[in-house]
C-alpha cells in the first residue's frame, strides 16, 4: 500500500467511526486535503469558495397543530380504508416523533415494539441505530393499523411496518405523490413557501424546543438529547432546524433579555 493509499485509508476510517457515511466525496475531499495539513507542511489547500457551494436550503414551512389534524384528517378521508389507515398512521408518526420519511419507510415489523412503547431505527442516515420512544396515543394508533395490516395481510410481501395495499413496502415516490395530493387539496402553503414531508420533522424540533423554553429548562444541557433523538451526528443540523421559528427566535431573546437583567 502507498503512503498515500494508507494516509485515505486512515481518513475515510477516522470519518467513519465519527458517524459519517461520505456519500458527498466532492465535500470531503477538500477536509482530506486539510487532513494532510497536520502531517504534511508541503500540502496545499485550495481557497474556500473555489469549488463552489451548496445551494441554499429550501425555506421551511412550520407545520401548526391545527393544519397536522386537518392533514391527518384527510389521510383518514383516502378511498381505500387500508390505504387511509396506513398513510394516517404513517404521516401521525412523521409528525409526533421526528422520523425522516426514509426511515419511517424502512421500519421493519419487528422494528416497532408496541409492546414496550419503543422503536428501534436501524435505517438512519448517519448509519447509528437509535431508539425512540412513544407516547401511548401514538403507540394506540399504530396497533390499530398492525392489526389491520395483519389481518388483511396475514402473509405480506414485505417485512415493513408500513406496506401498501398490495402488501410491498411503500414507495417514496407513490408516498410523495400522495401527499402532494393532501396538501393541494387542503390548500396549505402559499406562492413562495410550500409544505414538504420533511417539514413535519422540522416542526416536531421547534415545537420541541419551545415547549422546553415555556417550561424554563436548560436548553443547552438538552440539545445533546434532541441532537441523539433526531439522529444527527453534527449538532449544527439541530441547530439549522431550530432558526426558521419567528415565536423560537422571540423566546430566544426574551431568555437572553432575562440572562442579562440579572447581572
Known sequence: MSELAAHVDDYLRLRRGLGFKLAYEGVLLPRFARYMTTIDAFTQVPPAGVFGCQGPRPTPYLWSEHDISRLLKAARNLQAPFRAATYESFLGLLAVSGLRSGEAMS????????????????????????????????????????????????????????????????????????????????????????????????????????SWHRAGHDIEARIPALVSYLGHVNPASTYWYLSASPELMGLAADRLGEHFGER
Open 107 to 210: 421500519l421493519q415489523a419487528d422494528d416497532v415494539d408496541l409492546d414496550a412503547g419503543v422503536i428501534t431505527v436501524s435505517q438512519a442516515k448517519s448509519g447509528r441505530t437509535r431508539l425512540i420512544p412513544l407516547h401511548p396515543s401514538t403507540t394506540t394508533q399504530l396497533r390499530s393499523c398492525a392489526d389491520r395490516r395483519d389481518e388483511l395481510h396475514p402473509r405480506p410481501r414485505s417485512n415493513t411496518f408500513f406496506i401498501s395495499e398490495v402488501a410491498t413496502c411503500l414507495k417514496s415516490s407513490t408516498v410523495d405523490h400522495t401527499f402532494r395530493n393532501l396538501v393541494t387539496s387542503l390548500e396549505l402553503g402559499s406562492s413562495t413557501v410550500r409544505p414538504r414531508m420533511h417539514d413535519l420533522r422540522h416542526t416536531f424540533a421547534v415545537h420541541t424546543l419551545i
